[in-house]
């Protein structure tokens, strides 16, 4: 573990179909900066490291898969909540990672294909104004659910759209959450 660091969290599970139990792990830094994120804002924050550690069957160790210093959100960066990082967890070989604001929440779900870990799926939704609109999106099969309505309504209407994208984006090309417009104002 580097010096000044901790783990804010971790989740264990086969990520690479070897049925061995993988690793992933948010380090955050102990101490308070401004740190100039991606999109050219100034966070005053603590930096989070997302790490993914395959095991190694025949020493027991850990090795390095991936390591991203950007897309895992910072304190302060969640609006009026400020903590918008919840979790990380490992189910059925897929990296899941989650960030929930106040009135909203989004689910990014990461695989490993290709020797990369790629964006198969992401759902984002939340109320506003009485209003609540949900977007669960599965790049492998290029769909999108779109649902919509009031709160109180009983049934909400919903809508398939076709999601436009030539390729799977990788967890590496991911600099931060709600950068990438995959539909018209439907922001990942």
């Given at each position: 573990m580097p010096e000044n660091w901790f783990v804010k969290d971790s989740a264990q599970g086969d990520l690479n179909g070897d049925k061995?139990?993988?690793?992933?792990?948010?380090?955050?830094?102990?101490?308070?900066?401004?740190?100039v994120r991606p999109d050219s804002s100034?966070?005053?924050?603590?930096?989070r490291v997302l790490l993914i550690l395959f095991k190694n069957p025949t020493s027991g160790g850990y090795e390095l898969?991936?390591?991203n210093n950007s897309f895992i959100l910072r304190h302060g960066e969640g609006g009026m909540e400020p903590?918008?990082?919840?979790?990380?967890?490992?189910?059925?070989?897929?990296?899941?990672?989650?960030?929930?604001?106040?009135?909203s929440s989004a689910t990014y779900k990461f695989r490993y294909q290709q020797n990369d870990f790629k964006l198969i799926g992401a759902t984002s939704g939340g109320t506003s104004g009485g209003q609540i609109e949900s977007w669960d999106i599965n790049f492998s099969t290029k769909k999108a659910l779109h649902a919509w309505g009031g709160i109180s309504?009983?049934?909400?209407?919903?809508?398939w759209k076709a999601v436009p994208t030539a390729k799977l984006r990788s967890l590496k090309e991911m600099l931060m959450p709600f950068q990438w417009e995959v539909l018209p104002n439907v922001l990942l």
């Open positions: 061995v139990a993988d690793r992933a792990l948010v380090l955050e830094l102990k101490a308070t900066i401004n740190e100034v966070n005053l924050g603590s930096p898969t991936l390591q903590e918008p990082y919840r979790k990380i967890s490992i189910k059925n070989r897929v990296l899941e990672i989650v960030f929930e604001f106040v009135r309504d009983k049934n909400l209407k919903q809508e």
